[in-house]
T-cell receptor, first 113, second 110 residues
Framework: GENVEQHPSTLSVQEGDSAVIKCTYS??????FPWYKQELGKRPQLIID?????GEKKDQRIAVTLNKTAKHFSLHITETQPEDSAVYFC????????????FGDGTTLTVKP | DAMVIQNPRYQVTQFGKPVTLSCSQT?????MYWYQQKSSQAPKLLFH???????NEADTPDNFQSRRPNTSFCFLDIRSPGLGDAAMYLC?????????FGPGTRLTVL
């Protein structure tokens, strides 16, 4: 089955700095890679995703890059703000109706004002 | 405009007393998932349905069962909850790729 590793497990940055979270996956059949932000006591919220036919995707301060050959993908947050503080999960999924997501273990991001 | 609804949002039960959590969706998605999430951990998949086809994860305890009577509804039954079953239970749906999560049910076992 799929195995997703996520690093680092905790990340602390100063407001305005950039944050980078990295994930690797094992199953070459995975072709959909979402990133979720989860605040305490709330549901995971999709913030950006990327499909395997794309190398990079950007949405305002958030970007995701994918290296399919190396089987790794990364989340980049620029100009971080205190409200970016949360737990971030990466996941890998095959793009089929019956596919299931395998989650990384999560990264706790703290943005210090 | 709730899309994935979970009831109740908070459930308190006693050790060994059966409990049922419910999930409904207005998206008409054919895939529904149940996840268990403990504090500071990633969501752990328990089951998923592709239409009526039931898929049980290998490490899902026998204590957990699920029913999907129709496209819109899915239930998670915990037959004899133990203290270790206290967690957030998340329901999610998908059609192709993106998953839509419900708000979760926080289960407390006394």
């Amino acid at each position: 089955g799929e195995n997703v590793e996520q690093h680092p497990s905790t990340l602390s940055v100063q407001e305005g700095d950039s944050a980078v979270i990295k994930c690797t996956y094992s199953d070459s059949a995975s072709n959909y890679f979402p990133w979720y932000k989860q605040e305490l006591g709330k549901r995971p919220q999709l913030i950006i995703d990327i499909r395997s036919n794309v190398g990079e995707k950007k949405d305002q301060r958030i970007a995701v890059t994918l290296n399919k050959t190396a089987k790794h993908f990364s989340l980049h947050i620029t100009e971080t703000q205190p409200e970016d503080s949360a737990v971030y999960f990466c996941a890998a999924k095959d793009n089929t109706n019956a596919g299931k997501s395998t989650f990384g273990d999560g990264t706790t991001l703290t943005v210090k004002p | 405009d709730a899309m994935v609804i979970q009831n109740p949002r908070y459930q308190v039960t006693q050790f060994g007393k059966p409990v049922t959590l419910s999930c409904s969706q207005t998206l008409n998605h054919n895939v529904m998932y149940w996840y268990q999430q403990k504090s500071s951990q990633a969501p752990k998949l328990l089951f998923h349905y592709y239409d009526k086809d039931f898929n049980n994860e290998a490490d899902t305890p026998d204590n957990f069962q699920s029913r999907r009577p129709n496209t819109s509804f899915c239930f998670l039954d915990i037959r004899s909850p133990g203290l270790g079953d206290a967690a957030m239970y998340l329901c999610a749906t998908s059609r192709v790729a993106e998953q839509f999560f419900g708000p979760g049910t926080r289960l407390t076992v006394l």
